[in-house]
């Protein structure tokens, strides 16, 4: 029964990698199989379409030309220092002291809980650890 159940799933996955992808595509009306000329028709695609969006009269080597032109300011300079600044002590104690107790585990295998019941131990070291 085990080995049915382990070629069902290979069959499963092979078939989900096989759908994935693109295998086929059509350029200038004729259909190419091949995934090197495939790949290099996306590459073209994508690079002629995003190069015509750039204004080759801009210095491209220069980001300042592209700040609240090409890439959008969503951020302001007050925000972004607040982003960066490394949090302190109560404010990584309250982020803790909000999480579910009752939730499941992270991927460090401890729940909400554990970190509530065991701050005081292990407090100093969590916030060591963040910052």
Same mark, same amino acid.
């Given at each position: 029964?085990g080995?049915e /159940?382990l070629?069902?799933?290979?069959v499963v996955?092979k078939r989900r990698? $096989?759908?994935s992808? @693109?295998?086929? +595509?059509?350029?200038?009306?004729?259909?190419?199989e091949?995934?090197?000329?495939?790949?290099e028709?996306?590459?073209?695609f994508?690079k002629?379409?995003?190069a015509?969006? /750039?204004?080759h009269?801009r210095?491209t080597?220069n980001?300042?030309?592209? $700040?609240?032109?090409? @890439?959008?300011? +969503?951020?302001s300079?007050?925000?972004?220092?607040?982003l960066?600044?490394?949090?302190?002590f109560?404010?990584?104690?309250?982020?803790?002291?909000?999480?579910?107790?009752?939730?499941?585990?992270?991927?460090?295998?401890f729940?909400?809980?554990?970190?509530?019941s065991?701050?005081?131990?292990?407090?100093?070291d969590?916030c060591?650890?963040?910052?």
């Open positions: 029964m080995i /159940i070629f069902f799933f290979h996955v990698n $096989n759908s992808g @693109i295998h086929r +595509l059509r350029i200038d009306n004729v259909v190419t091949d995934p090197t000329l495939i790949e028709h996306i590459l073209d994508y002629t379409l995003y015509e969006s /750039i204004s009269d210095d080597n980001m300042e030309d592209f $700040n609240g032109t090409y @890439i959008l300011e +969503l951020v300079s007050e925000e972004n220092m607040m960066l600044k490394c949090p302190d109560l404010e990584i104690k309250n982020v803790i002291f909000n999480l579910n107790g009752n939730s499941a585990p992270g991927p460090d295998g729940g909400g809980v554990f970190y509530h065991c701050w005081d131990i292990i407090g100093t969590v060591n650890a963040v910052q």
